[in-house]
């Protein structure tokens, strides 16, 4: 592995612990402007400071994001579908590495859909991409996404999926938390981080969540929804973040929150 790959998932993954609370606000490119993420730099200013990295598309990081941010870029490099198309499967590669490169990524997120009819493609795309990061130094996460076409989560599927992501030369996996977590990551040989998913009934089952995936094995979490959804958005990224770096119980996380709790947003 290069210095420049080591030193880029150095600043994805903290050295100190082992561990990141990715922020997610890549939902725009399938979902276009989703609840509370219809002006995404209202939505991501106050609380980039508190994300080890961000996680968005070049659109958005280049209107969106001041250029002084001291805030790791995950550029989130496939897409092509939409919610309301035939398939979200049907992904392919949107940005290309030097674009990566050239807005300063320490690493480029695509997804792939294992057990579609658009497998082979989405997996020839990380294929692909992960040999031309292997070449130019920049770390490779690979999302074992699901599209309309199949719904399953359960920890056989979701272990078969992080497995082959790993196979095929992904630095990191993100992926759902279901039942027997630990078997997946157990059978994953690369760092495995949770996605958020949509967003819970409440703060305190966000923070189970997360406790529950680092528990089992997860360096981290890539929530977005779970975050930026909350009415009280910079006392829930905290909260995380105490789950996640301090180990604290998601009812400590809980509490935490709750008294720093400021003004609703939106």
């Known amino acids: 592995m290069s210095w420049g790959l080591k030193n880029r998932l150095a600043r994805i993954i903290k050295p100190a612990d082992g561990r990141t609370v990715m922020l997610a606000v890549d939902h725009g490119y399938f979902l276009g402007p989703t609840s509370r993420l219809e002006d995404p730099r209202k939505t991501i200013e106050p609380i980039l400071n508190d994300a080890d990295t961000l996680m968005l598309t070049r659109g958005v990081l280049r209107n969106c994001v001041d250029a002084d941010t001291a805030t790791p870029i995950v550029l989130r ?60 130094g920049m770390p490779v996460l690979a999302v074992t996404a699901v599209g309309k076409e199949l719904k399953k989560r359960d920890a056989r599927y979701l272990a078969l999926c992080c497995r082959i992501a790993a196979e095929l030369g992904a630095h990191i996996v993100k992926t759902y938390y279901c ?86 947003v939106g």
Request: net charge negative; aromatic share 4%; charged share 20%.
């Open 179 to 264: 039942e027997d977590f630990e078997k997946v990551v157990a059978g994953c040989p690369v760092p495995v981080v949770i996605a958020g998913g949509p967003k819970l009934d409440n703060e305190l089952d966000a923070l189970k969540l997360a406790a529950d995936a680092i528990k089992r094995g997860a360096v981290g979490v890539d929530m977005g929804r779970n975050i930026w959804q909350s009415d009280y958005p910079m006392a829930m990224i905290k909260a995380v973040r105490a789950v996640v770096h301090q180990n604290a119980t998601p009812e400590e996380a809980y509490d935490l929150f709750a008294s720093l709790k400021s003004e609703p």
């Open 77 to 136: 490099v496939s897409g092509g579908t939409s919610i309301i198309g035939p398939s979200l499967a049907d992904e392919g590669i949107t940005t290309s590495m030097r674009e990566a490169v050239r807005l300063n990524a320490v690493g480029v997120a695509l997804s792939i859909f294992v057990g579609t009819q658009y497998e082979r493609q989405t997996l020839l795309n990380l294929s692909k991409l992960v040999s031309k990061g292997e070449g130019i």
